[in-house]
């Protein structure tokens, strides 16, 4: 067999082993009747994705199947995020599930998203998001009313890609973003078009990133779902987005006529500034999700609100357009993954064991259980960048990148933004640790407290070394083409 196709299949590991789980949970599904068999299937499934996965940490970057796929460290760390997160909420929020489509639906989800971050075509694209996007309205249809609602937004947002996509096609004569890119550099074209087209794609893809204002339905939805179904558009889906858009960006606009004469130089095609649109639409997220959330009482509400801000904070160091913005970018969402996974974890029992659902109803936890409402206070102190933690490096860089991009005015606007969001932080532990104990008290099991300690010591840790961090962001930022 030709060693090519054998390479090939080798980067494509991930996808592979995803796709034959998937095959064989429907194949063995109606002789098994043990529900947790099926759920071992999938997560072992995941598992050997995840592992697969390292196999081509060190390969060299190219492009697969004639430019439809690309293999690059920035897929390969973007695919451990996503898979690995689907892993933490397999097994704390689908474990038990009644219904082992969702199993099933879960691996097409995660199977969607990792074809998503190594796509170059956008056709190749398109499909992959709406193969995540299905499971996620699947998964949603326990409530018809409200899954119906997020069901317009979202096909209405993949509509206005498609259409984003057939102008960017009759612009450029392509569909592979490095055609495009390429014709960009070479060939005089309509400016107009070209931004219509690309103003189409981000705000179509502006509803999976959960930013404002294109997506204001997830606080809503976020209200009557389960929080496991807002988990998985709040993670795994945003952590996709953001791949998406900024391979999207950073290749179309890159300026391949000229000649670079260093290395880490990004030059830009300059004729439309896209750089100002992803400014403007961060600072529009961080400052209604740090500020809104001031006066939210429901807590997965509280959760939502969150994610639009730290999506914002993310489009910030997209919007310095420049290879250390990719760095710190790369670095902040490593960051951001496992905060968010850590305040899930810390929710979950809060919602499940003590049946809290609004935040008044918080008065004493921190005294019944100190653990996982100090973990709680932590995971929520190092996404706004609290010292001693590592969200603080994290935000010093990406401060750093925004700067050198020249967009002061977004770093204010952020750091003031974020001294609402610190203020709600200390509400939120006063509650929890000034009141007597809480009423109703409940047994958390030893093993769940161990794996929250576990997610807690990188945020402690790396607050105080963080260079391990720094060189697996510097790792992932190496982006095919630069």
């Known amino acids: 067999m030709n060693p090519e196709i054998i390479n090939t299949f ?41 592992a697969s996965n390292s196999v081509g940490v060190y390969s060299q970057s190219r492009i697969m199947f004639n430019g439809v796929l690309i293999h690059d460290n920035f897929s390969v760390v973007l695919k451990f995020l996503i898979i690995f997160s689907v892993i933490v909420m397999s097994l704390f929020f689908f474990r038990k599930s009644k219904h082992h489509e969702e199993y099933l639906l879960l691996l097409i989800f995660t199977l969607g998203n990792c074809l998503s971050v190594s796509s170059s075509d956008l056709i190749m694209l398109f499909i992959s998001l709406e193969m995540s996007n299905i499971a996620i309205y699947i998964l949603f249809s326990s409530e018809k009313k409200p899954a119906l609602k997020y069901f317009i937004y979202g096909i209405t947002s993949s509509l206005v890609i498609l259409y984003g996509i057939s102008i960017l096609y009759g612009l450029t004569g392509s569909t592979g973003i490095y055609e495009i890119s390429k014709f960009l550099s070479f060939n005089t ?24 204002p294109f997506n204001f339905i997830f606080p809503e939805m976020s209200e009557k779902f389960p929080i496991a179904n807002i988990s998985l558009p709040a993670i795994p889906s945003l952590i996709t987005g953001i791949a998406v858009i900024t391979r999207l960006l950073f290749t179309i606009f890159h300026d391949v006529n000229s000649f670079e004469t260093a290395n880490n130089s990004f030059v830009v095609i300059d004729e439309i500034k896209w750089e100002l649109l992803i400014a403007i639409i961060s600072a ?16 997965r509400k509280i959760f939502a609100f969150i994610i639009l801000s730290q999506s914002g904070y993310l489009l910030m160091a997209i919007a310095a357009g420049t290879i250390e913005g990719l760095t710190a970018l790369m670095l902040n969402l490593i960051i951001f993954t496992f905060n968010m996974l850590g305040v899930l974890l ?34 929520l102190a190092a996404s706004v960048g609290f010292p001693l933690t590592w969200g603080f490096p994290g935000k010093l860089y990406l401060y750093s990148s925004v700067i050198t991009g020249g967009y002061q005015w977004l770093e204010f606007i952020s750091i003031i933004s974020s001294v609402a969001f610190l203020y709600f932080i200390f509400k939120l532990i006063y509650n929890m640790f000034s009141a007597p104990i809480h009423k109703k008290t409940v047994k958390i099991e030893t093993l769940y407290k161990i794996l929250l300690l576990i997610f807690l010591i990188p945020v402690i840790l790396f607050g105080v070394y963080f260079t391990p961090v720094t060189a697996l962001a510097n790792f992932s930022s190496k982006m095919f083409g630069f």
């Not at 529009?284 to 807590?299: E, R």
């Not at 929710?347 to 100090?374: A, F, H, Q, W």
């Open 10 to 50: 080798v980067w494509l590991l991930p996808e592979i082993t995803l796709a034959i789980t998937i095959i064989t949970i429907t194949a063995l599904s109606g002789f098994l009747k043990s529900k947790s068999v099926i759920f071992y299937m999938l997560l072992s499934g995941l598992l050997l994705s995840i």
């Open 189 to 212: 074209y309509n400016s107009l078009t070209l931004l219509i087209s690309i103003l189409l794609i981000t705000a179509g893809l502006g509803f999976k990133l959960l930013v404002f």
């Open 284 to 299: 529009a997220s961080i400052v209604t999700g740090n500020l809104v959330v001031l006066w939210q009482y429901h807590l």
């Open 346 to 379: 810390c929710l979950k029992p809060i919602m499940e064991k003590y049946k809290v659902s609004v935040i008044d109803d918080l008065k004493g936890l921190g005294r019944n259980d100190p653990l996982i409402c100090t973990a709680l206070s932590i995971f």
